[in-house]
T-cell receptor, first 114, second 115 residues
Framework: DAKTTQPPSMDCAEGRAANLPCNHSTISGNEYVYWYRQIHSQGPQYIIHGLKNNETNEMASLIITEDRKSSTLILPHATLRDTAVYYCIVRVDESSGSARQLTFGSGTQLTVLP | DVKVTQSSRYLVKRTGEKVFLECVQDMDHENMFWYRQDPGLGLRLIYFSYDVKMKEKGDIPEGYSVSREKKERFSLILESASTNQTSMYLC??????????????FGEGSWLTVV
């Protein structure tokens, strides 16, 4: 799976949009971009994923550049409960064998400030 | 919403004890996984299962075994706990037939301390 690069930390004011960038310049054509977050002492929580089109769900939006070499996760109205480590992952959509390639990097520590 | 439930959030066990970590998912997923997460080492796959009674070793299976007697339940067993197995253990599940992405969903985690 392609490697990803994320800033180690970011701050965001409560109520404002949080934009978390991720570089994945070596992404392959069949690799998806996934975002998870992990609040301290809890398991990772799935947020959103996409292949090449922008995606939106009730939690966030995912913007993927046309060349797919980078993406941005947008939390439209950040709250204090969004403080967490956010992980950007790229992985191939395969059957069960792809599980071992779920590699979490260092992620971005997002701190939402009151 | 997918729910992956791990039976114990916090456990303290003695060296040499047999430890069972239970995991149940409620979405009829075929795939289930056990990971451990340690600071600086990230997420490491211990075992996974793609069907009832089927299992495959992950990257660090030594010292662990698993059991999947029913589709919704996947158990991790530490036959003889050791202090280097002190960690957070994460259960996860996914459905390879769900269409694009094959998203993996995680449980809340089980913090195991072996003393």
């Amino acid at each position: 799976d392609a490697k990803t690069t994320q800033p180690p930390s970011m701050d965001c004011a409560e109520g404002r949009a949080a934009n978390l960038p991720c570089n994945h310049s070596t992404i392959s054509g069949n690799e998806y971009v996934y975002w998870y977050r992990q609040i301290h002492s809890q398991g990772p929580q799935y947020i959103i994923h996409g292949l090449k089109n922008n995606e939106t769900n009730e939690m966030a939006s995912l913007i993927i550049t046309e060349d797919r070499k980078s993406s941005t996760l947008i939390l439209p109205h950040a709250t204090l409960r969004d403080t967490a480590v956010y992980y950007c992952i790229v992985r191939v959509d395969e059957s069960s064998g792809s599980a071992r390639q779920l590699t979490f990097g260092s992620g971005t520590q997002l701190t939402v400030l009151p | 919403d997918v729910k992956v439930t791990q039976s114990s959030r916090y456990l303290v066990k003695r060296t040499g004890e047999k430890v069972f970590l239970e995991c149940v998912q409620d979405m009829d997923h075929e795939n289930m996984f056990w990971y451990r997460q340690d600071p600086g080492l990230g997420l490491r796959l211990i075992y996974f299962s793609y069907d009832v009674k089927m299992k495959e070793k992950g990257d660090i299976p030594e010292g662990y075994s698993v059991s999947r007697e029913k589709k919704e339940r996947f158990s991790l067993i530490l036959e003889s706990a050791s202090t280097n197995q002190t960690s957070m253990y994460l259960c996860a599940s996914s459905d390879p037939h769900m269409g694009s992405g094959n998203t993996i969903y995680f449980g809340e985690g089980s913090w195991l301390t072996v003393v």
